[in-house]
C-alpha cells in the first residue's frame, strides 16, 4: 500500500529516466574481490593527495569566513579566468572568463542544458551509442532521441543533416574526445563539417567534453565550439584531470546564454562548491598541471595498451575492439551470438564485471556491445579479467553451436 | 539576431522560473559601502574556520584517495548516521542512516522532490508568503500554485484541507521553523492537525526546516515528519548550523521513496562534494556542535532583538512585525500606501538594502510587506539602516498624503 502510495504520485518525467545498470552494479564492483571493468573511475593512484591537502589548508587559513559563506553562482572567477586562459591559448579560442560558468562536474551542465532547451517531446541528436549519464540526464525531461551512428571518425553526418532538415531537432549532443563508452575520437575534418551544419541549421551543439586533457599522444583537435562558437556549449571536467571529489566542472556558452544557465542553475542548489573551487585553483596555481598530465596520460596509454594486447592474446578472432587514442574505455563488439547482458551475468560469477552496450542505447539496442574501462585495474588484474570473459565467451558459443 | 535564437530555443519550463530579486541585488549588497538587511547570510564571524581548517587537514591525510574519487550518490554513510542519531535522539523519532540522503544544500532537495512529483499542472499547496528558492525551485516544473494564508502559528489549515478536498493536490511545501521570509514558526497543535490532514487525504508535504537549529531559547517543536512519517520528505541544513560554503544539505525520506529520490538525483550530478561531508563529519565528531550552535543562537538572539528595538523606536506606528523565535528574518506589514517596491529603489539610494514583500508571492501580492535579515548585520549597521528606511517610509507617505 505505501509503494501504491508513491507509484501514483511519481512524474511522468521521473518515470522516463532509464535505470542505471553501472550504478546499480557500483556495489558489486567496490567489492574488493571483483575485477572491475565497469566504472568510469580514474586511477585513485594518481591523485595529487598531498599537493590538494595543502591546497586545502592554505586557502582555510589565507581566506576561511570568505570560503565557507554563500558564494556568486556562475563560480569563483579566479578559476573561470583560469580555464578560460587555458584553453583561448590551447586551441587560439575566444575565450572570456565571463563564458566560463562552474557546475557540480560536467554532469551537472547536461542536467541544466536539458531543462533549458528540452519541451517534452523535443528533439535530441544523440550518437549511438552515447554516454549513459547524458542518456539519463536528458530523459528526466522527455525529449525524443534520434540517434545517429557512431563511426570510427565521429558521428554520420548525413544522418545528423537527415536529422536537422526534417526531424525538428532541438539540440544535438556529442562526446567528440574519446567517446564515453566506444572509445572514438572525432577527426577533425568531421568537427569542421558538423560545425558547417550547425549553423547552417541555425542548430546549438552540447558540445561534452571530459576527456579533452585525456590525450595518449599530443592533442585532440581543436573542439567543435571554436569552428561555430555561438551554436556550441562545451564543457569540462576536473574529475580526470585532477579528481572527481572535488565536483567541479565547467561549461564555455555563448555569452547571450550565461544569464539563462545561471537563472536555471540557481533554482537547482544555489552555487557550486567554494571550498572545492579554492583548493582547486590554489593547486592549479601551485603547481604544474601539465606534468602532472603527462603522468596520468603515460599511464594510462599503459594500461590501455596492455589491455589491448590481452584482448588480442585471449579473445576470439571474431570481436571487434575500439583503438582509444585517449580517455577510459575501449569498446568490444561481439559475434552474434553473443548477448553481453548474459555475458556478464557469467563473468559476475567468475568475479569480473564490465558495463553492458545495452545501457548505452536508448532503445533497447547494443546486446552485442561491452564497455570496457582500462584506467582502474592494474596489469595482472586485466589479463585474469579479460582471460575470464574470453572463457565465457567461448563457453556461450560453444552452447549455441550445440543448440543450434 | 543571436539574442533571438536562444530565444526561441528555450523551454517553457525554463520560462516559467520567476527572476530572483535576491539574487539579482546580492552584487549591490555585497558592495562594503551598503547596509543589506537583503540576503540569508550566516554571519561569517561565527564560522567555525580554525576547526574546519583542521577537518580539512586530517581528512585529506588519512584518507586521500578515497576522498578524491568518485562517491556514492547518497551520501558519506558515517555522516548519513550522525544526521540519524541526532535528531532521532531529539526528537525521538524513528530514523535510520539508510532514510537521509545527503545533498548539495537542501535546496537541491527542492529541486529533486519537485522533478520527482510535479507533472506540468500538478498542483502544489504553497504558504504565502513563501520561500523565494522553492517557489523558483517548483516553477521549473510548471505547476499550479495555490496558495494559503500564513497564520501567526502557521498556515491556515482550512484553506489546507479546502485544497486537498478541491484541487487535486500532488504535494505540499512549508518551512515550519522561523519560517523564510515570515519568521513565523508553527504552534505544536497545527503540527498535529496538518499530520492528521495529511494522512487522511493521503497527501505528501515537504518539510523544509534549514532552521531547526537556530532557535533562541529551547527547541522548536518536533517536525511534522514525526506525526506522518510515510507522507513527509523532511529536508535540514547545514549551512546555518555551520557553514554555507560546504553546500551539504539533507532529507529523511520515507525508506520508498530513497531509490526513487536516488536514481533522479543521480542524473543531476552524480554525487554530493565527499571533500566537505567528510570534513563536516569530521568537525561533528571533533567539536561539540552543541556549544556552537549557542553561540550562533545567542548572537543571532542579540541581533533579532535589538532589530526589533531599532523597528519599534524608528518606524511609523502602523507598521507591523514580526517576532520570530528563531531563524534570520523580521516580516513586516506596511500601511496600505506605500509600496515595499518604491520603497527599496528609495533606500538603495541611502545604501539600505532589504527585499520586497512581493518575491516571496506566486502571483504579484506582498507589496506591502519587505523581509528584514538580522544576521548579518553590526549594531550600529541596524541601527543606521532601520532609520532610513523609516525615514524614506514617513517620506512616502506625506507624499501620498499630499496627493490624496
Known amino acids: 500500500m505505501k509503494n501504491q502510495f508513491f507509484e501514483e504520485k511519481l512524474s511522468g518525467q521521473y518515470r522516463n529516466i532509464p535505470p542505471s545498470f553501472v550504478r546499480s552494479i557500483l556495489n558489486v564492483a567496490g567489492n574488493k574481490e571483483m575485477i572491475s571493468f565497469a566504472g568510469g573511475l580514474p586511477n585513485p593512484g594518481l591523485f595529487p593527495v598531498k599537493e590538494l591537502a595543502e591546497s586545502a589548508q592554505s586557502v582555510m587559513q589565507e581566506s576561511g569566513p570568505t570560503i565557507l559563506q554563500y558564494a556568486g553562482s556562475l563560480g569563483y572567477y579566479p578559476l573561470r579566468e583560469w580555464i578560460a586562459n587555458r584553453y583561448r591559448q590551447k586551441y587560439n579560442m575566444d575565450i572570456s572568463p565571463e563564458m566560463v560558468v562552474i557546475t557540480n562536474g560536467s554532469q551537472q551542465v547536461l542536467d541544466i542544458m536539458a531543462k ?41 553526418l548525413m544522418q545528423v543533416e537527415e536529422g536537422f532538415l526534417n526531424h525538428d531537432i532541438k539540440l544535438m549532443y556529442t562526446v567528440p574526445n574519446a567517446q564515453n563508452p ?34 595518449f599522444e599530443g592533442d585532440f583537435p581543436a573542439p567543435i565550439k571554436k569552428h561555430a562558437p555561438d551554436n556550441v556549449a562545451w564543457t569540462g ?4 584531470m585532477v579528481a572527481p571529489g572535488l565536483r567541479n ?21 544555489l552555487n557550486p562548491n567554494n571550498i572545492t573551487q579554492y583548493m582547486l585553483f590554489h593547486f592549479l596555481t601551485h603547481n604544474n598541471i601539465d606534468d602532472h598530465l603527462a603522468k596520468i596520460n603515460i599511464k594510462y596509454a599503459e594500461q590501455c595498451l596492455f589491455m589491448q594486447q590481452m584482448l588480442k592474446k585471449y579473445l576470439p578472432e571474431n570481436v571487434q ?27 559476475l560469477k ?3 564485471v564490465f558495463v553492458p552496450g545495452n545501457s548505452f542505447f536508448t532503445n533497447g539496442q547494443g546486446a552485442e556491445h561491452i564497455r570496457l574501462n582500462f584506467t582502474n585495474a592494474g596489469f595482472a588484474e586485466i589479463e585474469k579479467g579479460i ?17 543450434a
Chains 1, 2 share one sequence.
Open 237 to 240: 571536467s576536473f574529475s580526470k
Open 182 to 215: 566506444s572509445g572514438i575520437s572525432y577527426s577533425e575534418e568531421k568537427r569542421l563539417d558538423l560545425a558547417m551544419l550547425l549553423k547552417k541549421y541555425n542548430q546549438f551543439l552540447l558540445e561534452d567534453d571530459p576527456y579533452n586533457e585525456i590525450c
Open 321 to 347: 575492439a575500439t583503438q582509444p587514442s585517449g580517455g577510459m574505455f575501449i569498446w568490444l563488439t561481439l559475434p552474434g551470438n553473443i548477448c553481453s547482458d548474459e555475458l556478464v551475468k557469467r563473468t
Open 249 to 269: 566542472g565547467w561549461v564555455v556558452l555563448p555569452p547571450e546564454l550565461v544569464p539563462h544557465f545561471d537563472k536555471a542553475k540557481q533554482s537547482t542548489d
Open 116 to 156: 533549458l532547451f528540452l519541451n517534452k517531446n523535443d528533439s535530441v541528436i544523440l550518437e549511438k551509442p552515447s554516454y549513459l549519464g547524458a542518456i539519463q540526464a536528458f530523459s528526466a525531461y522527455q525529449p525524443n532521441f534520434y540517434e545517429v551512428d557512431m563511426e570510427a571518425n565521429g558521428a554520420n
Open 350 to 352: 567468475k568475479g569480473v
Open 387 to 403: 582471460k575470464i570473459i574470453a572463457e565465457e565467451m567461448e563457453e556461450m558459443q560453444k552452447e549455441t553451436t550445440v543448440i
